[in-house]
């Protein structure tokens, strides 16, 4: 609570972010939340070659919630599904992704020797923040976010995305590049090197 009176809640969103860029100049940034406070789902944010920021969301509770979390300028309301493991395929009606996942980074058999209740936790990940913004260019790990949230990513694991293809509202995408330059949609962006990483996002706001 607030001195103001005012009371802060805490949602938790436990699943896992894939991001990557493409030769077109696409960078797209996949969620897929195995739990979060109303059940499973995913959503797609997408940045262009222009710079042109746009938000995929399946229903309006998720699109409401992220719209004030992040930026963007386009906003679309559409059916998203991700399967797969090794493969990502995520389809919506304007867009028909598939994401080869390889095996673990240097950076998650690192996280492999944090206990999960403690990489997953605000503490750690405020106390990991400043590593984060000097070894991986964009990333941070906890930050303000839209309409005076914070918000923290508590990373447990992260796996190389080897391979990409698909197309955006019909174009090709091309192949697989890093996500460069980073994403603008908040305080932080995926990381460089195309990525699928586990994780546990924590966003304080009022209730």
Do not use: K, N
């Amino acid at each position: 609570m607030r001195e103001d009176g005012g009371v802060r809640v805490r949602d938790r969103f436990t699943g896992a972010i894939a991001g990557a860029g493409s030769t077109s100049g696409t960078r797209i940034v996949v969620g897929r939340w195995d739990s979060s406070p109303w059940g499973p789902f995913a959503d797609v944010m997408i940045e262009d070659a222009s710079g042109h920021r746009v938000l995929l969301a399946p229903d309006e509770r998720t699109r409401d919630f992220v719209i004030a979390t992040y930026v963007f300028d386009e906003v679309v309301l559409e059916p998203v599904q991700v399967t797969g493991s090794a493969e990502w395929h995520v389809v919506t009606p304007s867009l028909d992704l598939t994401l080869h996942v390889g095996g673990r980074t240097a950076l998650g058999a690192l996280l492999r020797g944090v206990p999960p209740f403690l990489a997953t936790s605000p503490v750690w990940c405020a106390a990991v923040d400043p590593v984060a913004r000097v070894a991986l260019r964009g990333v941070r790990t906890r930050g303000t976010a839209g309409s005076g949230r914070r918000e923290w990513y508590g990373a447990t694991s992260v796996h190389a995305i080897t391979a990409l293809g698909g197309t955006w509202r019909g174009a090709p995408l091309g192949t697989l590049a890093r996500v460069d330059p980073p994403c603008r949609f908040g305080f932080s962006s995926t990381p460089a090197r195309p990525s699928v990483t586990s994780l546990v996002t924590t966003v304080e706001r009022e209730s």
